[in-house]
């Protein structure tokens, strides 16, 4: 059960799910047996400041569904309550945008698609997370938290645990093209650059500052703690309101000497936009590495 509301400026939605399905980051599937969660985000423009806050109640084991029954449980599927909140500052700039060459009245297929340009979004931010019960336990194992200079409260005998980190992400976008035309009028390309850790991420640039100023050899772990997480797409208008698009995470990984680059999870899609709607489209997309298929509706997706 979904329920959304609008209020000037802010989206409030409420979900309830019995069972719930998620997929954690291996394609594993998991049944909860409840989920409830409240969610309220800031609805502002493209640039300035916004925040996000979140409380989400899972209730009961998780089980496997049509997975491996040996894999581990994911943490965030914990029965507890866990509390969110994230506060970010936007800036998105446009390097160049041409509006000249647009059909006089010819509505475009998507009309957030409808300008040529290139533009350049940049977004810094914090998070602070709280937890009690179960799922208090992700932030004990987290991997690279000793690592890094975020906060972290972990009391296991009453199960509660709070953690806070920093984020940051930039994002770079190219399109040519008003999707007016017949054919071809669209060609799109983006790419995004994700620090998950702000805090890991400057230790790690600070060590790797040392280590050349020293003139010391730099750790291959140190180039690992500052490697963004890269998302890149591309999409090609075929005929009228049909587009292919195909969009991949790139795993970047300094240990490894045969791939220091990889494409990692490939998506490709269809995309048939509903020109009656103003900016929505129907997608057929799939994913070679879970061999998984699915068709959804969206809308005011940019």
């Known amino acids: 059960m979904l329920l959304t509301y609008l209020l000037p400026h802010h989206n409030i939605t409420f979900q309830a799910s019995?069972?719930?399905?998620?997929?954690?980051?291996?394609?594993t599937y998991w049944d909860v047996p409840l989920s409830l969660s409240a969610d309220l985000a800031s609805v502002g423009s493209s640039s300035g400041l916004s925040y996000h806050l979140l409380l989400q109640q899972n209730s009961g084991e998780p089980k496997c569904f049509g997975g491996d029954e040996t894999d581990d449980v994911p943490t965030a599927l914990l029965p507890g309550l866990c509390a969110k909140v994230a506060i970010s500052m936007k800036k998105s700039i446009d390097a160049w945008r041409k509006k000249e060459d647009k059909l006089k009245k010819v509505q475009p297929y998507d009309v957030f698609l409808s300008d040529s340009h290139v533009?350049?979004?940049?977004?810094?931010?914090?998070?602070?997370?709280?937890?009690?019960?179960?799922?208090?336990r992700r932030v004990a194992i987290r991997d690279e938290t000793h690592k890094s200079n975020a906060f972290i409260m972990f009391d296991e005998r009453n199960k509660r645990a709070a953690f806070a980190d920093l984020f940051a992400s930039v994002t770079f976008t190219a399109q040519y093209g008003n999707f007016q035309r017949l054919f071809l009028d669209l060609t799109k390309a983006s790419a995004r650059f994700d620090i998950t850790s702000g805090s890991l991420f400057l230790c790690g640039a600070s060590r790797l500052a040392q280590d050349f100023f020293f003139s010391r050899r730099p750790d291959v772990e140190t180039f690992c703690d500052i490697c963004p997480d890269v998302t890149v797409s591309f999409q090609q208008q075929i005929v009228g309101p049909f587009s292919f698009r195909v969009e991949s995470s790139v795993a970047i990984d300094p240990r490894s000497q045969d791939h220091?680059?990889?494409?990692?999870?490939?998506?490709?899609?269809?995309?048939?936009?509903?020109?009656?709607l103003g900016s929505a489209k129907a997608t057929a997309w799939y994913s070679p590495k879970h061999q998984e298929a699915m068709m959804e509706l969206r809308f005011y997706e940019t």
């Open 260 to 276: 220091f680059v990889r494409v990692d999870d490939p998506i490709f899609a269809i995309d048939w936009a509903l020109k009656v």
């Open 18 to 27: 019995w069972p719930g399905l998620f997929v954690d980051k291996k394609g």
């Open 119 to 136: 533009s350049l979004t940049g977004i810094v931010g914090g998070v602070a997370s709280g937890y009690l019960g179960d799922c208090s």
